[in-house]
């Protein structure tokens, strides 16, 4: 147990262990991190790896990569207290921490300057002392080892470290850009790695959640020479993982990591939120090739006839416009949808090849039928002239979708909808085959502009009920009128 009174000299910090014993240590470091809500006792997940990094320092291994899901203390230990005490260890040791931005490897930083400037560690470790160089990228000991918070994005020219430690390389939202996982994969291997001031003894540390079967975890192990720890969510299968002193932790097929944290029904719920694609990669530590359909049409469902207009919670037209109108130019698309609940109505699909006037004469025919109608209109290429004509000709707000993902990227996020049968098309509309099969088709298929419409007035829709649950109000204009928004009904 770690003392709950305000005063712990050196002999009681070497009672506890901190500076032997790497398990006593991470208790006392999530203390510090966590306070009253830190544990008591190690969590068996976090025993496991806490066992990896004591191998680690031992030299037992010098390539490990960890596989957990999110919000289940990787970073507090794997980076936060694995540095404060391999400095502890080490005074003198060069470290580089390295994400996916700046940002998060200098919070990360910050938490373990917390860890260091604590009295417990003081008192643990009374040669490690932060020096006076101290910035939000870099600390440096009085012993001279250094601590060098960076980005994969950022320089690592003249650098050199004793031990690498990469936490989140991508983000979540860049996992479907391959051009965005090659050149972090490309990273690591031709800058990173190389940064090492001993090859043969320096350490690298990769801590992630699964996210392709190409990202960086996926491109490393195909190299081979890394230990691996996956602990996902819930077991796929029976497995045991192995501890020092001959001790082992076995799991079941269907444990959960902690079920005062995640419990059965929240998994449930979990699992449906995400949908199965994020759920098996980022909490199951399972990636999955990509087969068959992108998006899962199998789940879209028919309605006969559509709700009175009034009785939407919020009724979107998403646009995707065409700059020319020759018959090898890309189609001008609208795809008007209204949401009730979880529940999406396609209601209207137009897609043809038209002039600048015509698209603007079809976006005001729309808002006139369609009361309190969101326009949404992708922030790119001709949807610029046609939002500010709009405003200026009509006195409308059409919003400016942002365009800086992928269109894998930004369709990926209605998945979970798809996933769910949330999605209805008209049982009967002359428009409904073309539009079904582009989803089908989708990415591959030769023109995307339905997909790219729908995944446009969607994406505002589901912002905006997140807005309305959270009593914040949209940055863009809201149309006139007395509809109810998306979450007022259920």
Not at 269 to 282: D, K, P
Request: proline share 5%; hydrophobic share 40%; with cysteine.
């Amino acid at each position: 147990m770690i003392p709950r009174g305000e005063r712990i000299d050196e002999g009681e910090a070497i009672a506890l262990g901190m500076r032997e014993d790497f398990d006593v240590f991470t208790l006392a470091s999530l203390r510090i991190q966590l306070g009253h809500r830190a544990p008591t006792a190690l969590p068996w997940h976090v025993a496991v790896m806490a066992d990896k990094i004591a191998q680690l320092h031992r030299g037992d291994i010098r390539r490990l990569i960890v596989n957990v899901p999110p919000r289940h203390l990787k970073s507090l230990v794997m980076t936060v207290t694995h540095i404060a005490w391999w400095l502890g260890q080490h005074p003198a040791a060069s470290i580089m921490l390295v994400c996916y931005g700046q940002a998060l490897a200098e919070d990360l930083l910050r938490r373990v300057k917390d860890v260091m400037n604590h009295r417990w560690y003081q008192a643990a470790f009374p040669h490690t002392r932060i020096g006076r160089r101290n910035r939000a990228a870099c600390v440096e000991t009085t012993a001279g080892g250094r601590i060098f918070a960076t980005s994969l994005t950022g320089t690592f020219t003249g650098m050199g470290a004793d031990l690498i430690v990469i936490d989140d390389p991508l983000k979540a939202q860049e996992a479907l850009s391959e051009a965005r996982r090659s050149r972090v994969n490309h990273t690591v291997d031709e800058g990173l790695l190389s940064r090492l001031n001993d090859p043969g003894e320096g350490r690298v540390v990769v801590v992630m959640q699964r996210l392709h079967e190409d990202d960086l975890t996926g491109h490393l192990l195909r190299r081979g020479g890394w230990d691996h720890v996956v602990i996902p969510l819930v077991a796929m299968e029976s497995a045991v993982y192995r501890r020092e002193a001959n001790a082992s932790i076995r799991r079941l097929s269907g444990h959960i990591i902690d079920t005062t944290r995640t419990p059965r029904p929240v998994v449930a719920e979990l699992r449906q939120s995400v949908g199965g694609m994020v759920f098996t990669s980022q909490y199951q530590q399972d990636p999955q090739p990509a087969a068959g359909l992108f998006l899962p049409t199998a789940n879209l469902r028919e309605y006969s006839a559509p709700l009175a207009l009034a009785e939407y919670d919020a009724i979107a037209v998403g646009c995707d416009t065409a700059i020319a109108v020759g018959e090898h130019n890309d189609y001008t698309a609208c795809v008007v949808i209204g949401m009730r609940g979880h529940h999406i109505h396609i209601l209207d699909v137009i897609r043809d090849r038209m002039s600048f006037n015509e698209q603007l004469l079809l976006l005001r025919q729309l808002f006139l039928a369609y009361p309190d109608l969101y326009v949404v209109i992708e922030h790119a290429g001709q949807g610029i002239p046609i939002a500010q004509e709009l405003r200026r000709e009509f006195g409308m707000a059409p919003i400016l979708a942002p365009v800086s993902l992928s269109k894998e990227q930004r369709a990926a996020s209605i998945i979970p909808q798809l996933e769910n049968g949330y999605v209805f098309v008209p049982a009967v509309a002359e428009w409904k085959e073309a539009f079904v099969n582009e989803l089908r088709g989708f990415p591959h298929g030769h023109h995307d502009d339905q997909v790219d419409a729908l995944v446009h007035a969607l994406r505002y829709l589901n912002r905006l009920n997140r807005l309305e649950r959270s009593n914040q109000r949209p940055t863009a204009s809201r149309p006139q009128g007395g509809r109810r928004r998306p979450g007022n009904r259920r």
